[in-house]
DNA sequence: GATGAATGAGGATTCATTCAT
DNA sequence: AATGAATGAATCCTCATTCAT
């Protein structure tokens, strides 16, 4: 099914290793998943200069050499968790999205929804996501921002040349800006959320609650919304 | 003239005295400047927790001490330099808008192109206004995205109303979801640009260059497609 | 035969065993060789306390705990290494050196000329041994300087002592410094080489190389005059 | 004078800076010194990359922090300290060296003996200058050994010229090979005299004694009978 | 008999802030 | 009024060694 390819599709980072050493791998799938989510909290939470280690390690009580046997360094952790985060996000949206390539904005719906029902289900893999995105560059990070969104960008851009070639779009857009606004659009509607409900991502992870406390109806609601404006447009037909 | 309103329009966060203190007003306008400048490369090219007063202070050759006699805290300091920043991209404005609120979309534009010229005349304020609005909420800054973007939406609600009333826009759409669009697409099209022109916002900073090197005429261009869209919708109209 | 004495010749330190263990016996011999050389480059390359037994354990693709199966301790580690780079030299001395006692200077020709063949064949032994040389007396290896000199000075004097008898040296001198002279000399040969040529032992080891890329004709040439100097002195014999 | 050239004499190198922060220049002379011999005990017993900071600050009774105020990193206070000791052992030789540059060996002589006495007059500057020595080339010293061997070398040389003019020397050998026996003599005695009588300099600096306890007579005898067989060889002229 | 996970103190360095001078 | 020295906890990371499995 293409239809997969419709979300951040990542390949690591040229230099820097995204997986965990052996020892990390050899924990129990319930110890692994429990560090994880810990790590997750923490640069869901502060950006990757401002994350603690220490603060993870603390959590985690164990000792500051352990975290070592399981992670090279600070970075690999951080690009270990976004593979992780992206993985998920991937196997989340191949169970949801049922649409053909087709049917464009039926598409973009389901994949709206399933990034909502990842939210709930998922909140501190899609904090760390958002947080990812607002990610400045570093030498650490490298550009870190430029290969992430390219990357979505060139996911999402099959789908959409698939749809130019139905026809889907006014032929006056390239390829490039629809592409760009299609994969800015689920960000889009997740601050337009924090802003209408003054929602504090922050508050809710720290308070283990869901990013955010509101009806999958009402998010779907508001998605159907910037939908149709972005394929309709906002003036009033009527006067024009 | 109501135009000033369409923009950024921040009221002091409740509790951070957003002022510089008295020694800091008593230095010559000159090295006020210097001073500022210097802060803002510093949170231009980090977030709040990652900014060092230590950098700062050693590129202003000045004790330690003094600079906490000009700014009560880290915190102070932010909150200042927002402030600034905010009167300047005011200023700023007032200076370049000249169309009536009525024509809504000719006054967006003009304040895209005025954002435009804003970032090549005060590449460190713009860059910092950016960073400023992808900052992490937390314990020191409060819940600072909330603050500010729900701020400078109020900015721009009026003038979304008083087109409401001249029924620029399609009816079922409410004030909130437009007056959001409308303060976003200025983002977005910045963000558009980073990825369109592989642009290092960090890098240019560091290098005392422009934001980003791309002309005018161009930029222009971008804002216009953008707003076309905005405006009519994505989709192939004849398609309909 | 006598002339296997002019060499190192060490004994054990009275409290630190400088054997591996019996796990480490068993081993293959290659795989054995394979351990001695990783470990030697890793003291070849750092002091006794920088050396790091995590580099060496992670260089073999053993287990920590099976590496402390081999040996005791870093400490005896270190001693077997010793150990076993003096043996390796002995081995070598034993081949090369041909020339009867008596002839005492053809003798530490031809020490000198082993020890160059030695250097280029086993790099890392040499470098190995003349780290060891330089290290530092410390609580782990108690005063290994002196124990380490002092033993290869008593298997030079009973050469000295030999040509003594023969009259070979000027009889204002004592025995104790013509050999300390004479053990000395290989050392400044070295150092001398390595400021002549501007040679970078670490690097070359670092590299894979051999120690010193000079021909065994210049160092034979070097060795030879600064045996000149030491038997007949610097000065202008004619100006006397 | 010109014989004050005939000691080491460093230029720093070129990237690293070799001097103290402001803070430390402010503090009182005796403060200064104090810290300047804490530092240099705790390098005169362990070699750079053992040496440690957290050691010198508690010794100091000083905050972690404190010390970053009078130095930049360790190895800028490395350097510093190499600095210091160096011009320290230049303002010794220049009180006591009186001989004419002609008269080389007397040159000689006296150096060594302004050697053996700036040993017991400043055992901790010696013996940290003996380390730099031996120090092993690193990413962070850089190749140390080149460096500072070669300056002194270029330090002993003009003088070697000169005598060389004056036929002092046989003329089979060459300047470079004179020069570094000159420059090697000093620290072959040291040697000799830590094997001869057993001297443990890390033990004399730890109990605050001096560098070695022998009577500078005794010194000055053995350092004599080096120069007479650097002068006239080891063999007995009788035989030849 | 071999493994490799765990340790926790130690490493160098940076930080925002205070306060005596 | 201005200085700049002092702080000490925080940062990430490495270490040799142990011991339960």
Known sequence: MESKKFVLHLRPHSRIRM???KTFNNLTEERQQEIILICLEEFALNEF???SLSTIVSKLNIAKGSFYRYFESKQTLYY???DHCIQK???????TITAKPSAFFELMIEHLVGKMRFDKKYPLHSAFLYNVMQEKNS???GNIQLTVKTKALEAVKPLVKEAVKNKVF???VDIETISFLVY???FTIMEYLELKYKIDFRQNIKNQRPLYDVSEKEVIKTAKTFLEIFKYGIINQEMK
Chains 1, 2, 3, 4 share one sequence.
Do not use: N, P, T, Y
């Open 89 to 95: 996000r991937l196997e989340s949206d191949q169970k």
């Open 170 to 172: 006014r032929k006056d």
């Open 49 to 51: 200069q401002s994350a």
């Open 80 to 82: 270990f968790l976004l």
């Open 184 to 186: 800015r659009m689920q």
């Open 19 to 21: 997986v965990a050493l």
């Open 139 to 141: 030498d650490e990070l």
